[in-house]
């Protein structure tokens, strides 16, 4: 196994710099970012209540607490760059740390994107139209301007430029801004309770009425990956913890709850302010949903200018651009430290595993920040889609994470970790148990498109990883195909989702248009069709869009299925290869280079065969035969080596000649040894006898090979063992050896 935090590692890798409120900082402000003050009321408060998104958000804490225990258990167990991906490469093996790469890659690329694309949304919402100049095109019903494309692509560079040449200035910036929207959020939201008007400030209703309490609590706790995912960038960065990282779990634990209370004052500072034109929260939201606009649909901006002016806004201003900017530096550490792992394994171009000067992954940050510059073109249309998929991203590598840290827990009788690994797993498959249930039924909480994305990106995976196997000549990935089906199943699964979805939507907008045409609101050519001919023209153009959906998953399962198949081929290939290669190898080490016969290693391997057999009682009719040259020193001193090692092949070939049934080894320089099996066996008295003769026969001729031989059967149930026979077939050689040495034979002596 690697050996991690060795010397030289400490000396030549990424270079020790992250202090615990540098590490703090980094897991709290990746995890909380622009979301937090927008969908806090757009997603929480209307999914569940004050109460139930408060409950929810508390249930999600424990949650993440124990996926915490997991991190600090891994992390300690290997203090490296890397993340999940080091965790299940090591204990899980390569494959299923390919697919959690391939699904937290996805999940930091979104939340940097989704935060860096959020500033034009904000700065037009307190200034208006002040970006929106240099109008280039609309993309899912997004314009696009080039003024919001500069600014986001300004923000992408500045943040990348920080993490590459000065790292400890961007760390030092993540702790300010972290402590700066953790003390204006709340101050605003001590200011707000400690001046709460009980008319304006009140948590009625505490769920949203006329549901059940308990579905919404689990609405808003199934949202816990995405709410805090990203704490567990510090696992990325292990390496350059200055402190001990058994202290991790602290700085973890604190990070999720420090998140937690801010997500839960945000949504309470958002009900703090209600106007008095409305009866409660609920109504106020509602309202500000269908006639808002800027500023105004932002009630933690309200709220805190209601109760401190002017001052307030700016310090909520300030902590959205706080917000913002962590996001930003957090991702770009987490995925530089990533790329720079997978990189040392070959999974991407190894140049990004290089280091500058600073022992920092600059080659890894550039490559992040070239990745996001042109995701400011595609429109915030888009991007809303690609954040949704967190949810499914996040609840992978949580899975992932806790298989590793409870199989490494089993194999060291761990019991806290088992545990903890072990409820991690089962809480996650349940969330996502939960989530397929709830799109099966036709609850699901997720956008047809955010389907597609995943399943997309899925399918790329494959291909990603066809040139990963071609460039793996260290053979590490394609040893569990297991993980191969996970992904498989993954893309059918969202392809199919998204197919029911734009098939239902469509069938909605078809009854729209149908109700709309009988209602006078269809267009005038439509009214020249009679309702006969209308409602066939709608059939047959949704007839139309279905068939292009189908055909579109099909393609896209077809294509999964392709590189799933043309991967496999490869690994087999290369197994082929593997065993083509493994079976010369073992040849040639079976095999004595002067004799031809059999070698030591391969006397070796089947005394062990024959040992496992004789314990199994399977071993019966079995004998030795062992033999020994005679006279090969006065050989080699008379006649030189080149003659000695004539003269051990001869003896060689005397012995195969007389011994035919019997698999022959040379195991010293002038030892042999048969083994007698079968017709060997049976013929081994007269065998012997022939070769004696011949022995016998030789000694009158000078320079004739000599040799000494002796047999002793294996008795099974009085041997302890096959040596036993072998010392017995060793001695009868040497008696044999002493009659011809007395009779003039040549020996060793």
């Given at each position: 196994m690697q050996e991690f935090g060795s010397v030289k590692e400490r000396e030549e890798g990424l270079e020790a710099y992250l202090s615990p409120a540098g590490a703090w900082s980094l897991s709290v402000g990746t995890a909380i970012g622009w979301g937090s003050f927008l969908f806090t009321?757009?997603?929480?408060?209307?999914?569940?209540?004050?109460?139930?998104?408060?409950?929810?958000?508390?249930?999600?804490?424990?949650?993440?607490?124990?996926?915490?225990?997991?991190?600090?258990?891994?992390?300690?167990?290997?203090?490296?760059?890397?993340?999940?991906?080091?965790?299940?490469?090591?204990?899980?093996?390569f494959d299923k740390a390919f697919l959690s790469f391939w699904f937290v890659t996805l999940a930091y690329l979104a939340m940097l994107w989704a935060n860096a694309t959020s500033v034009p949304l904000f700065i037009n919402a307190f200034f208006g139209s002040a970006l929106q100049f240099g109008y280039l095109y609309t993309i899912f019903g997004y314009k696009i301007y080039a003024g919001e494309v500069l600014i986001t692509m300004a923000l992408i560079v500045l943040a990348g430029l920080l993490c590459m040449k000065r790292e400890r200035l961007a760390v030092r910036l993540m702790i300010f801004f972290v402590l700066l929207f953790t003390v204006?959020?709340?101050?605003?939201?001590?200011?707000?309770?400690?001046?709460?008007?009980?008319?304006?400030?009140?948590?009625?209703?505490?769920?949203?009425?006329?549901?059940?309490?308990?579905?919404?609590?689990?609405?808003?706790?199934?949202?816990?990956?995405?709410?805090?995912?990203?704490?567990?960038?510090?696992?990325?960065?292990?390496?350059?913890?200055?402190?001990?990282?058994?202290?991790?779990?602290?700085?973890?634990?604190?990070?999720?709850?420090?998140?937690?209370?801010?997500?839960?004052?945000?949504?309470?500072?958002?009900?703090?302010?209600?106007?008095?034109?409305?009866?409660?929260?609920?109504?106020?939201?509602?309202?500000?949903?269908?006639?808002?606009?800027?500023?105004?649909?932002?009630?933690?901006f309200q709220a805190a200018q209601h109760y401190l002016g002017g001052f307030g806004f700016a310090m909520m201003a300030a902590s959205l651009f706080s917000l913002i900017m962590t996001s930003l530096i957090g991702n770009f550490v987490a995925l530089s430290r990533l790329l720079y792992q997978v990189a040392q394994d070959d999974v991407i171009p190894d140049r990004f595993a290089v280091l500058n000067r600073r022992r920092n992954p600059a080659r890894a940050v550039f490559l992040v920040m070239i990745l996001s510059l042109g995701v400011p073109l595609l429109g915030r249309t888009a991007i809303g889609w690609i954040v949704d998929v967190l949810i499914i991203s996040a609840v992978v590598v949580y899975i992932l994470v806790s298989s590793a840290a409870f199989k490494l827990a089993r194999k060291q009788g761990r019991e806290l970790e088992m545990a903890t690994g072990f409820f991690g797993m089962a809480l996650m498959a349940g969330l996502a148990a939960t989530q397929i249930f709830l799109e099966c039924t036709g609850h699901d909480t997720l956008e047809p498109e955010t389907y597609f994305l995943v399943a997309v990106w899925a399918v790329?995976?494959?291909?990603?990883?066809?040139?990963?196997?071609?460039?793996?000549?260290?053979?590490?990935?394609?040893?569990?195909?297991?993980?191969?089906?996970?992904?498989?199943?993954?893309?059918?699964?969202?392809?199919?989702?998204?197919?029911?979805?734009?098939?239902q939507s469509y069938s909605d907008r078809l009854m729209d248009e149908i109700a709309s045409y009988y209602r006078g609101g269809a267009s005038a050519e439509d009214y020249k069709l009679s309702g006969e001919a209308y409602l066939k023209k709608l059939r047959e153009a949704g007839e139309s869009e279905r068939i292009r959906n189908n055909a579109l998953v099909l393609a896209m399962i077809l294509i999964s299925l392709g590189m799933f198949f043309s991967n496999y081929s490869i690994v087999r290939r290369r197994e082929q290869e593997i065993e083509t290669e493994l079976h010369a190898t073992r040849t040639a080490a079976y095999r004595d280079p002067m004799t031809g016969v059999k070698s030591k290693q391969a006397y070796a391997d089947k005394l062990a065969e024959l040992e496992e057999r004789a314990r199994n009682g399977e071993l019966r009719d079995f004998a030795f035969l062992v033999a020994d040259v005679n006279g090969l020193k006065y050989i080699n001193d008379t006649f030189g080596h080149k003659a000695g090692d004539a003269y051990i092949c001869d003896a060689s070939a005397l012995i195969c000649r007389h011994f035919k049934h019997c698999p022959v080894y040379r195991i010293g320089g002038d030892e042999f040894v048969a083994l007698m099996e079968g017709d060997g066996f049976a013929s081994r008295h007269a065998d012997l006898a022939a070769f004696n003769r011949d022995v016998e026969s030789n000694m009158k001729v000078d320079r004739m090979v000599v040799v000494s031989a002796g047999i002793s059967e294996y008795r099974p149930g009085k041997d302890k063992n096959v040596h036993e026979a072998f010392e017995r077939a060793d001695e009868a050689m040497y008696e044999r050896k002493k009659l011809l040495k007395s009779q003039g034979a040549r020996t060793r002596d």
């Open positions: 009321t757009t997603l929480y408060l209307q999914k569940a209540g004050p109460a139930g998104s408060a409950i929810g958000m508390l249930i999600g804490m424990i949650v993440m607490l124990i996926i915490c225990r997991n991190y600090h258990f891994l992390m300690n167990a290997f203090p490296t760059a890397g993340g999940v991906y080091t965790y299940v490469k090591e204990v899980l093996g204006s959020i709340t101050v605003c939201m001590a200011v707000a309770f400690l001046n709460r008007d009980p008319a304006v400030f009140n948590m009625k209703p505490a769920f949203i009425p006329g549901e059940n309490i308990l579905p919404q609590i689990v609405a808003v706790s199934l949202m816990t990956p995405w709410a805090f995912i990203g704490f567990e960038n510090i696992s990325h960065s292990t390496r350059e913890f200055k402190f001990d990282r058994k202290h991790s779990f602290k700085i973890l634990a604190a990070s999720v709850v420090t998140t937690t209370l801010l997500y839960i004052f945000v949504l309470l500072i958002s009900i703090s302010a209600v106007p008095p034109q409305f009866a409660n929260w609920l109504e106020y939201l509602k309202y500000l949903g269908s006639h808002g606009s800027g500023v105004s649909v932002l009630p933690p790329f995976g494959f291909l990603f990883l066809r040139n990963v196997l071609h460039r793996d000549y260290a053979r590490n990935f394609g040893r569990s195909v297991g993980a191969w089906i996970v992904l498989m199943g993954l893309i059918t699964f969202v392809a199919l989702s998204w197919m029911r979805h734009v098939n």
